[in-house]
């Protein structure tokens, strides 16, 4: 009787624990031992254990004991890493751009989260853990980005988001929006002045917005109160919130002239939130980048595919890092994001930046960016166990992802990796038909409508 | 002058006055109304609510309603019978989130120097205040049709291709001679689409749009009720797009989204959770996975009876190598979840209704079939027709189930509603009998209809015959167009002589003050005619007619 009591009592332990999971996004155990462990933030340890209960990184250090029941690896010879931050990713996102306003601040990328995107798989085979799915850059503001941890496997959307991000939104500037809207449906923004125009009388309506909430909400539940109700707007209570320094704004620009202009501004209204993407003419302005904002996130060695993307260089990440700009390298591509180490690994061909600093560009850079650093960017006991188990060194050009974790459950593993990965399938199509140049396809996708055959050949690139 | 053109007036009215009777004398002159509006079935089985079977019932339904069920009831005298032995007699099937027969409503013109990003909201597709019965042709062919697989009531979506086209409404498949509306704004429509080229162009527009809605529809009702007492404060605009949303948010109407998939579906529920309405989510697809969510919320579920093309029933054996094979046998899988979807909707106790939206005719019992058996019960399946939309659109009180006091909606069939053999013998929607049985296609009894066209010098001339025996004799009535235009025009038929193997009679045509004798005559050959028109004093024209089915009882 007593035993049947015992089962009864452990078997609605269990009950609850499978309920728990169900609800949260699962949390895992793991022992990885004896690994050369790539900190970030303490250096190389070599030979070294991680103790990861409970999706959280316990303890480092040597000859450590594991609990009974943990699972362990032996990683001998290997790297162990952060799990790698992408800044600037369209990835899992059945919607990119809402090009149809040059202010859209009130979309929401959370909105549009899918979860049966196979690269999100591609992306942890490259030890890609977290990546910040954005907005396009069809729009002067755009939408509401998330900042996604890549558990694949889930099929609610909601699962992928990380929670403890705080909120950004994606900003653009130069050609893409007064292309869109200028040029596309003569519209302000048609120059890199109506941009600034734009934002600021954005700006300007928020300040204006807030005023009438505020003398709204003052007049306190007085039934004879003179004023009627305002008219809400989720658009400008969004840049209330940017003025208000709840959101991290993470601008799309190119040139050093509208980077300082948009750093200008920002100072005017009191904003210091603001990371830039892409940035390709950074190194002409990386002290005020440094001083003003919370760091620029870069391509390696991608420019030329537009006229305001000539003047670039591959030294751009060593220049800004070395000015002591916080400095991440992105992918903007659902190719790219497979292999960022190799991308963090060209600064040090061009500009010579140390393991350290060439690795940071890929992890606590752009989790500092995305404020999201406390929790992960580094292997620190304390922080969320999302990690990668590389064969070699990272920054070595042979070096292969082995294992990848997020908050230590094991997502991907070399060993077991079987060829169809998909989590949904077509019930009429055997042969997905299958899109070459998907590099190409992110940054503007979604504004076809806007353009006919005509500006698409004169601007046949979409970033 | 005018005096006098006034006198006549009035001398007409006059005259008018003293024949009231005059009109209702005129309002039968083709004997088209019914003999009787009381029928009863007798000695049926009756499948009363899914799961239940009783055998030699009789039903007694009047002016539409339902009025006794049972073994022995009074059948008044004026009960017309319809013989039920041999036949299953079910309620009448209900659609749901169903279109046909709806038009697109006309939407303004863009106004030069349009901005896109600032549209009107009906430029945006923005329109809850549009109810589809304004867009709605009641008497389609397609209802019809729908009609003669046992469809007796639906649930009609506006049209228009944004987020919020318009309230839906619910009609019967009753006789064309009758309003068959049931009631307008039965819920509001939403779906995950867009004009494009607009403010809102994408989902994501969509979804932040809708949240600015509610949130305005709420501070406009506000408004309105500050102002109702306080008649100093700025008016409150008409604004009728705000107006159509605060039912749902007062869980007066629901809200029907439309999804095309799991992802769709995941976001209605998140549209919910945030404003607590009451949801209707139909063109479900997918989604086992949420099946305990769909339950524990209470949301009314609407199945898609579309299914996706059957590959792999049919597949050649070809050698194209291993991986190709894993990846048919996952689309494979795939495909018979989708069979398997609406039994495992059951299963979970979770009740759902149909929708006909975008299937074919051909495949409404196929696919039934297939989805019974990929595990969905008989009973199920037929709940999923009657009596779970009915709860969903809240008509339980009148429809889904036969019994006393419910609509006369009833499918009679030769055999149990899902085997291969059944057919549809008659439908009786709204107490009004459409008979779709083969046996009244013969000739032996009862009325016939031609449809005939003839090749004539002024080109082609079409029309219908209309003829009934009585007592071995065939009279009737032939329609041509009035050769000096008109309109339609009918003429007496005279010396009918029928056999089943050729047809022959005369009439009349009045032209002018001549009058044109004409004789028909020919061979029938199963349901068609090849013949002759003779026209006396001008000559012989070829003659063509098809026999149409048995006319629908008025």
Not at chain 1, 57 to 65: A, D, H, M, T, Y
Not at chain 1, 249 to 264: F, P, V
Request: net charge negative.
């Amino acid at each position: 009787m007593q035993t049947k009591i015992l089962l009864l009592g452990l078997w609605m332990i269990c009950c609850s624990k499978v309920v728990c999971q169900a609800q949260n996004a699962s949390k895992g155990d793991i022992f990885i031992k004896n690994a050369q462990v790539l900190t970030i933030t303490n250096g190389l340890l070599e030979n070294t254990d991680v103790l990861v209960q409970d999706g959280i990184i316990r303890q480092i250090g040597s000859g450590l004991r594991a609990p009974d029941g943990i699972p362990s690896i032996d990683a001998t010879g290997k790297y162990l890493m952060p799990g790698i931050i992408d800044a600037h990713s369209h990835l899992a996102l059945e919607v990119i751009n809402e090009a149809s306003s040059p202010i859209t601040a009130e979309v929401k990328m959370e909105d549009v989260i899918d979860p049966f995107d196979v690269s999100i798989y591609r992306a942890l085979a490259g030890g890609t853990t977290i990546s910040h799915a954005m907005h396009g850059s069809a729009n002067a503001i755009g939408g509401q980005n998330i900042t996604l941890k890549h558990r694949y496997g889930t099929r609610d959307p909601d699962q992928l988001i990380m929670k403890e991000a705080p909120r950004t939104i994606k900003f653009a500037l130069g050609e893409n929006p007064t292309r869109v809207h200028g040029r596309g449906k003569n519209l302000q923004p048609r120059s890199r002045m109506g941009v600034e125009a734009v934002i600021r009388n954005g700006f300007e309506e928020a300040l204006q917005y807030k005023k009438v909430w505020d003398d709204w909400n003052a007049s306190g539940n007085d039934s004879k109160k003179q004023q009627i109700p305002p008219v809400y707007s989720s658009r400008l209570e969004t840049l209330v919130a940017i003025l208000e320094g709840e959101i991290i704004i993470h601008c799309h620009s190119y040139r050093a002239d509208e980077i300082y202009m948009l750093i200008q501004v920002c100072q005017e209204y009191g904003i210091d939130k603001i990371v830039f993407s892409h940035v390709n003419e950074g190194f002409k302005v990386a002290p005020e980048l440094a001083k003003y904002t919370m760091g620029a996130s870069v391509f390696a060695d991608w420019w030329a595919y537009k006229f305001e993307v000539y003047y670039s260089t591959a030294y751009n990440a060593a220049i800004l890092t070395k000015n002591g700009v916080v400095t991440s390298i992105n992918s903007d591509s659902d190719e790219l994001i497979r292999h960022l180490y190799h991308e963090a690994a060209k600064t040090q061909r061009y500009g010579g930046l140390t393991d350290d600093e060439a690795l940071a560009l890929i992890t606590i850079n752009p989790a500092k960016q995305l404020g999201i650093a406390e929790q992960v960017g580094s292997i620190e006991v304390g922080k969320q166990a999302d990690l990668v188990l590389f064969d070699k060194h990272p920054l070595s050009i042979y070096a292969i992802p082995q294992m990848t974790w997020v908050d230590g459950v094991k997502y991907f593993d070399r060993e077991n990796d079987a060829a169809d990965q998909r989590l949904k399938v077509d019930p009429e199509e055997t042969l997905e038909p299958i899109f070459l140049h998907t590099e190409h396809h992110n940054c503007m996708r979604d504004v076809d409508f806007y353009f006919t055959g005509f500006g698409r050949n004169l601007f046949g690139h979409r970033h | 002058m005018r005096a006098f053109n006034l006198l006549i007036l009035f001398s007409f009215l006059c005259l008018w006055s003293l024949f009231p009777f005059f009109l209702f004398g005129q309002s039968d002159r083709n004997g088209d109304r019914r003999v009787t509006a009381t029928y009863y079935l007798s000695n049926t089985t009756l499948i009363p609510s899914p799961g239940k079977i009783l055998t030699g019932q009789n039903l007694l339904f009047e002016d539409g309603v339902i009025k006794a069920v049972g073994k022995n009831i009074t059948i008044p005298a004026e009960a017309q019978e319809i013989k039920g032995d041999s036949l299953f007699v079910y309620a009448g099937f209900i659609d749901m989130a169903n279109k046909t027969g709806m038009v697109e409503p006309p939407i303004p013109e863009k106004p030069e120097h349009f901005d896109p990003s600032q549209p009107i909201p009906e430029i945006a597709g923005i329109h809850p205040h549009f109810s589809a019965l304004d867009h709605f042709q009641e008497n389609n062919p397609h209802d019809k049709e729908w009609r003669k697989l046992g469809f007796t009531l639906a649930q009609k979506l506006p049209k228009g291709k944004g987020m919020l086209p318009g309230s839906a409404a619910l009609v019967m498949y009753g006789h064309e001679s009758r309003n068959n509306i049931l009631s307008d704004n039965q819920s509001l429509y939403f779906k995950f689409s867009t004009v494009g080229g607009v403010y809102p162009n994408t989902d994501l527009g969509v979804m932040a749009k809708w949240r600015d809605l509610i949130q305005n529809a709420r501070l406009h009702e506000m408004h309105g009720q500050m102002y109702s007492s306080q008649k100093d404060l700025r008016r409150l605009e008409k604004d009728p797009v705000l107006e159509a949303l605060i039912p749902v948010l007062n869980k007066e109407t629901p809200l029907l989204i439309e999804s095309t998939g799991e992802l769709d579906i995941r976001r209605a529920l998140k549209m919910q959770e945030q404003d607590k309405f009451n949801l209707i989510i139909t063109g479900i697809n997918e989604g086992e996975s949420l099946i305990p969510l769909l339950k524990e919320k209470q949301v009314g579920m609407v199945l898609t009876l579309d299914l996706p093309e059957d590959k792999f029933s049919d597949v050649a054996e070809d050698k194209k190598g291993a991986d190709f094979q894993h990846r048919t046998e996952r689309a494979k899988k795939a495909y018979l979840e989708k069979l398997s979807l609406p039994g495992k909707f059951e299963q979970a106790g979770v009740p759902f209704g149909f929708t006909t939206k975008h299937l074919n005719r051909t495949d409404f019992l196929k696919n039934i079939r297939l989805m019974i058996d990929n595990g969905l019960s008989e009973e199920g399946a037929l709940a999923a027709l009657t009596v779970h939309p009915a709860e969903i659109l809240k008509i339980s009180a009148i429809a889904g189930t036969l019994s006393e006091g419910k609509m006369a909606n009833m499918v009679l069939m030769s055999d149990t509603l899902f085997s291969e053999k059944a057919k549809v013998i008659m439908v009786i929607s709204d107490g009004y009998l459409f008979d779709y049985s083969e046996k009244s296609n013969k000739i032996k009894k009862g009325d016939m209809v031609w449809e005939y066209e003839a090749e004539t010098q002024g080109g082609k001339s079409k029309g219908k015959w209309n003829l009934t025996r009585k007592d071995k004799v065939w009279t009737g009535t032939v329609s041509y167009d009035d050769p000096q235009g008109g309109g339609i025009k009918t003429s007496t038929i005279k010396n009918a002589a029928i056999t089943e193997a050729s047809l022959a009679f005369s009439f009349t045509v009045e032209v002018g003050e001549n009058t044109l004798e004409v004789k028909v005559s020919g061979d029938v050959t199963g349901e068609s005619f090849s013949g002759n028109m003779e026209i006396k004093g001008y000559g012989n024209y070829p003659v063509k007619a098809k026999k149409l089915e048995k006319p629908e009882i008025k």
